[in-house]
């Protein structure tokens, strides 16, 4: 069985720092794991993305220059490193995962697996 499991997510100030972790189990290293985020009343949008297949990455115009997304491949875990963190930051993160590697513009429905998320919440 194939699983997703999120992890690091927590009630932080305004300019603070996260690291949020992706375990996966069921899954090559040839997979692709994207974090996408989900705000009451909004979208769910991609917000980073890992190819296992090439190594390629995407990050969101709106956390460019902010977040960084990192695999170990030992643990089979990629993070999203969140820094310089803002209230409209704060969201429902989820992990996903799929074979085909990264887009630019992913969508939800691009996606099969799921974590069930981890709240991240920034307070001004």
């Known amino acids: 069985q194939v699983q997703l499991l999120e992890s690091g997510g927590g009630l932080v100030q305004s300019g603070s720092s996260l690291r949020l972790s992706c375990e996966a189990s069921g899954f090559t290293l040839d997979y692709t794991i994207a974090w996408f985020r989900q705000a009451p009343g909004k979208k769910r949008e991609v917000v980073s993305c890992f190819s296992g297949y090439d190594g390629t990455t995407f990050l969101a115009d709106a956390v460019k220059g902010r977040f960084a997304i990192s695999r170990d491949n030992a643990k089979n875990t990629v993070y999203l490193q969140m820094n310089s963190l803002k209230p409209d930051d704060t969201a429902v993160y989820y992990c996903?995962?799929?074979?085909?590697?990264?887009?630019?513009?992913?969508?939800?429905?691009?996606?099969?697996?799921w974590g069930r998320g981890t709240p991240v919440t920034v307070s001004s």
């Open positions: 996903a995962a799929r074979l085909p590697p990264c887009g630019i513009a992913d969508r939800p429905t691009d996606f099969g697996t």
